[in-house]
């Protein structure tokens, strides 16, 4: 895939959050793949350093002079929105901290390009808007149902897209419903580093590391196998290329879409416990807890939508391998922190 050369100069995509997790891994792919990239980022949880490609405007989205600026400098063909507060139980406890975050500045971005003529706009979205679904692997037109803030904020953002499409023919989208997304750059370079982590596969690897003592399995009486929650965990280079195929799918013409991100299969909470002593070799402490608020028993993508309407294909379905990246990065962490304070200082 490549957008070094369209209609004689490179794509020009501006990307909100692009300092964080999977913002990076985007600007990263984006940046391979010819594109001219500008990250528009607060560092409230994203890095200097993991900006591989393009500039860095620190900015934040309730700025809004300062995000409408950075826009019309830039004069992008493409905007994606990644910055968004993802914590399910952060979101049940301070929600209005999410809807303003995730809902009302996703609305001031979408007013300003709108109002600058950007008609081409991906949006990170979560499987989380679907609440519990009934049919498992849930599929995109499964009712939105969301069971926490952080889903309901993102369900709304959706809406606001979709309503915007129906009213301007000449705003496109695609709403990409993220699964659970691990795993880090396979050079090394890049890759999750939040300030208090809290997914599954960090938290394990982080106990292994010996940051944490133990960890914890929230919940084991669920309806599932073995009692515990079940989720599909996507490598973050394949999310990364699904940001990219949904590009190229509004790039040919495309209608606006929802695309699940997922691979259509899930690993228990002790299936993945039991892969991070595999690769880690570490024999780590877990203890059963209770549930934690706002998690449904189980999520897993039907992904047949992008498969057939764009060329996404995933290239790493493998838990082993996911987490091995993760433990590669988890690694490098501490080199990352250091050129951090050395952009700081
Ligand atoms: N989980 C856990 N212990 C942890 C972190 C997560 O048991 O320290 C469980 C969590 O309850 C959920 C699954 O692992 O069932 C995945 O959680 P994560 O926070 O990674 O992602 P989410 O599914 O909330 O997006």
């Given at each position: 895939?490549?957008?070094?050369?369209?209609?004689?100069?490179?794509?020009?995509?501006?990307?909100?959050?692009?300092?964080?997790?999977?913002?990076?891994?985007?600007?990263?792919?984006?940046?391979?793949?010819?594109?001219?990239?500008?990250?528009?980022?607060?560092?409230?949880?994203?890095?200097?350093?993991?900006?591989?490609?393009?500039?860095?405007?620190?900015?934040?989205?309730?700025?809004?002079?300062?995000?409408?600026?950075?826009?019309?400098?830039?004069?992008?063909?493409?905007?994606?929105?990644?910055?968004?507060?993802?914590?399910?139980?952060?979101?049940?406890?301070?929600?209005?901290?999410?809807?303003?975050?995730?809902?009302?500045?996703?609305?001031?971005l979408?007013?300003?390009?709108?109002?600058?003529?950007?008609?081409?706009?991906?949006?990170?979205?979560?499987?989380?808007?679907?609440g519990?679904?009934?049919?498992?692997?849930?599929?995109?037109?499964?009712?939105?149902l969301?069971?926490?803030?952080?889903?309901?904020?993102k369900?709304?953002?959706?809406?606001?897209?979709?309503?915007?499409?129906?009213?301007?023919?000449?705003?496109?989208?695609?709403?990409?419903?993220?699964?659970?997304?691990?795993?880090?750059d396979?050079?090394?370079?890049?890759?999750?580093?939040?300030?208090?982590?809290?997914?599954?596969?960090?938290?394990?690897?982080?106990?292994?590391?010996g940051?944490?003592?133990?960890?914890?399995?929230?919940?084991?009486?669920?309806?599932?196998?073995?009692?515990?929650?079940?989720?599909?965990?996507?490598?973050?280079?394949?999310?990364?290329?699904?940001?990219?195929?949904?590009?190229?799918?509004?790039l040919?013409?495309g209608?606006?879409?929802?695309?699940?991100?997922?691979?259509?299969?899930?690993?228990?909470?002790?299936?993945v416990?039991?892969?991070?002593?595999?690769?880690?070799?570490?024999?780590?402490?877990?203890?059963?807890?209770?549930?934690?608020?706002?998690?449904?028993?189980?999520?897993?993508?039907?992904?047949?939508?992008?498969?057939?309407?764009?060329?996404?294909?995933?290239?790493?379905?493998?838990?082993?391998?996911?987490?091995q990246?993760?433990?590669?990065?988890?690694?490098?962490?501490?080199?990352?922190?250091?050129?951090?304070?050395?952009?700081?200082?």
């Open positions: 895939m490549s957008f070094s050369n369209i209609n004689g100069r490179p794509l020009r995509v501006f990307v909100t959050g692009g300092a964080g997790y999977i913002g990076s891994h985007v600007v990263k792919a984006l940046g391979e793949a010819g594109c001219e990239v500008l990250t528009y980022d607060n560092l409230s949880t994203g890095n200097r350093w993991a900006v591989l490609s393009g500039n860095l405007v620190v900015g934040d989205l309730a700025d809004r002079e300062r995000m409408r600026r950075a826009l019309k400098d830039f004069a992008p063909d493409a905007v994606m929105h990644f910055a968004a507060h993802i914590e399910v139980a952060e979101s049940v406890r301070d929600p209005l901290k999410y809807y303003r975050n995730n809902t009302a500045c996703a609305l001031n979408l007013e300003a390009i709108h109002d600058q003529g950007v008609g081409l706009y991906i949006f990170s979205s979560t499987a989380a808007v679907y519990i679904p009934s049919q498992m692997p849930v599929a995109e037109d499964a009712p939105l969301p069971i926490n803030p952080y889903g309901a904020s369900m709304m953002s959706e809406r606001l897209l979709a309503d915007l499409a129906l009213a301007d023919p000449s705003f496109r989208y695609v709403a990409l419903r993220y699964f659970n997304v691990a795993g880090a396979v050079q090394g370079r890049i890759g999750q580093a939040y300030r208090n982590p809290t997914h599954l596969i960090t938290r394990a690897l982080k106990t292994a590391k940051e944490f003592d133990r960890l914890q399995v929230f919940g084991d009486d669920y309806p599932t196998p073995d009692g515990t929650c079940i989720r599909d965990y996507i490598h973050v280079e394949d999310l990364a290329a699904a940001h990219l195929a949904a590009l190229e799918h509004l040919e013409g209608a606006s879409d929802v695309f699940n991100c997922g691979y259509g299969h899930g690993y228990s909470v002790r299936e416990v039991a892969t991070a002593r595999k690769v880690t070799g570490i024999d780590f402490m877990v203890e059963d807890a209770p549930r934690r608020e706002g998690d449904p028993p189980e999520l897993v993508a039907d992904n047949s939508r992008i498969v057939a309407r764009t060329r996404w294909r995933p290239r790493y379905d493998d838990l082993e391998f996911i987490v990246t993760a433990w590669r990065w988890e690694g490098a962490l501490p080199e990352a922190q250091q050129l951090k304070k050395a952009q700081l200082f």
